[in-house]
């Protein structure tokens, strides 16, 4: 396909409007099956997110004034239009994306069910009534906390899209996204939608860019309240010091290195059915990805020997490929990381049991494939355990205990998720309240929904979102009292 028949975005979304960059640039989005460019996206500047950063503003006090039901009605009218947009979403993000078509429907029909969530979320931003005595009247109203900036990465753009814009706009903020440079275009589908369904201009806004001159921007932004990001702890630290100077408020949804625990008491085929799919899948780029399989002795020959042979049964492939189980990296760069840490764990003294290489056979060869890889014999203590990889790489350790698997499941930065496998209920219950993570599965794994909240311990970030505490990080409380006698001691009475 040459240049000209691509695909354009030629536009960036600011006050309903679809409008052109100011300084005019555009880039290639590159499909990662291929490694060539398939789309051309309009990428803005500082001066974009300042027009956009103002109309937010400027539509801010009438959306805050909206009455929850009818936010509500906007957001169920937005699950419509997405439900009915399917077909095109999923074909645009999986193109961007490189996430098989299969997994990409499943993933984004969900989606539905989550604005229709953040919907019925809407009308519910009451405060509480505190009882005192009967001279005073105490009560808690919530307000939006203004401004968001959402700033997504590029494993899952519709998805993390959703779960900051759903509750923004249900909280009555209003939102500028930058998605990220590597896949820019389904959010541009999404405000389309986003104007079909009716929201004021300047309630939500695009701003395609990349992380430094757009990203930046946006969160040093002195009139940008809040930021709610997904994406690396390195990167979230950093926003930590760009957005200090108006104390600006964060939720963070940063990275994993989730334990997956296997006890030899286990139903050991269940458990590795959910341990495969859960370092493979995506290509193994999800922060909840049990990346870490921690193994009982007893069993560990035998989960080392399941891996591999499951690892060499992927069927990696293009991404519109109805059998594809994994698809490509979803650029470049996230190849050579995880094609590094196969060096790196060599170079510990990990043992390679399967994959480990870029995928050079016919077809494949310019996309950024890489084989399914498993080591074993290893501890720990190694980078291939404690860092975040982002590729399908598993990492295998054996644990003696109870007590051994728990300190090591712990053992770690993050604390995102983690599972645990057990047929005894007594152990469940005992090793799931000792570890530190925001979410643990029991028997299942990657159990992610609407109505459960999400989100880190540790370095794995700041607040949750899903669940009832999906609008807490949107909202400020403000907490009124009032006289009922409407009198006032004097303090420095005449003598
Ligand atoms: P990143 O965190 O740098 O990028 C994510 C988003 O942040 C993108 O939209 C990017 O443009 C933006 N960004 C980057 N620098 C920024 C800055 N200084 N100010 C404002 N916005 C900025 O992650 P990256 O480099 O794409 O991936 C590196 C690693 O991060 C991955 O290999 C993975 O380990 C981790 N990661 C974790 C994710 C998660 O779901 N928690 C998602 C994506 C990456
Ligand atoms: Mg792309």
Redesign the pocket.
């Known amino acids: 396909m040459s240049l000209s028949d691509q695909p354009r975005y030629d536009h960036l979304f600011i006050d309903g409007e679809w409008v052109l960059p100011l300084d005019g640039e555009t880039a290639e989005?590159?499909?990662?099956a291929t490694g060539r460019g398939?789309a051309t996206v309009a990428m803005g500047g500082p001066a974009d997110v300042d027009r956009a950063v103002a109309a937010a503003r400027a539509a801010y006090p009438g959306w805050r004034r909206t009455p929850g039901h009818v936010r509500a009605a906007h957001l169920r009218r937005l699950a419509d239009l997405f439900q009915a947009a399917l077909p095109e979403l999923v074909a645009v993000e999986s193109r961007?994306?490189?996430t098989p078509i299969t997994d990409m429907r499943g993933g984004l029909a969900g989606q539905v069910q989550w604005y229709q969530w953040f919907a019925s979320l809407a009308d519910k931003t009451h405060g509480t009534t505190v009882p005192f005595d009967d001279t005073v009247h105490a009560f808690t109203t919530r307000v939006p906390v203004g401004v968001v900036g959402a700033i997504v990465p590029?494993n899952a753009p519709l998805l993390t899209t959703c779960l900051k814009v759903g509750a923004a706009l249900a909280a009555g903020c209003t939102v500028v996204l930058k998605p990220a440079e590597?896949?820019p275009v389904s959010a541009l589908h999404l405000a389309r939608l986003v104007a079909e369904a009716g929201f004021p201009p300047g309630v939500f806004n695009v701003v395609n860019g990349t992380g430094a001159r757009v990203g930046a921007h946006l969160v040093a932004h002195p009139d940008v309240d809040k930021i709610s990001f997904t994406g690396s702890t390195a990167t979230g630290r950093r926003m930590l010091v760009d957005g200090s100077a108006n104390l600006k408020r964060f939720t963070f949804e940063l990275g994993g290195k989730a334990p997956h625990i296997i006890f030899d008491d286990a139903d050991v085929d269940q458990a590795l059915n959910a341990a495969t799919a859960s370092a493979f899948r995506l290509c193994g780029q999800s922060c909840a990805l049990g990346s870490r399989v921690l193994v009982h002795r007893p069993i560990y020959d035998r989960v080392v020997d399941e891996f591999r042979l499951r690892a060499g049964r992927v069927r990696v492939g293009m991404p519109d490929d109805e059998s594809v189980r994994m698809g490509p990296q979803?650029?470049a760069a996230q190849l050579e990381k995880t094609l590094s840490y196969v060096d790196i764990g060599r170079a510990e003294g990990a043992d390679l049991v399967a994959g480990g290489n870029r995928i050079t056979r016919d077809g494949l060869a310019d996309g950024f494939f890489v084989e399914p890889t498993v080591f074993a014999g290893a501890t720990n203590e190694m980078r291939i355990a404690r860092e975040e990889i982002f590729g399908p790489v598993a990492t295998l350790i054996p644990f003696d205990d109870e007590d051994e698997a728990v300190a090591m499941a712990n053992d770690t930065d993050y604390g995102l998720t983690a599972g645990l496998w057990t047929r005894d209920l007594a152990r469940a219950h005992r090793v799931s309240n000792r570890i530190d993570a925001g979410s643990v599965w029991v028997n299942t794994y990657s159990f992610v929904r609407w109505n459960l909240p999400y989100g880190g311990f540790k370095a794995s970030g700041w607040g949750r979102e899903n669940g009832l505490d999906a609008l807490a990080p949107y909202l400020e409380t403000r907490t009124t009292v009032m006289s009922l006698t409407g009198t006032f001691p004097d303090n420095f009475p005449e003598n």
């Open positions: 989005s590159i499909d990662p398939w961007d994306t490189g590029w590597q896949t979803s650029h």
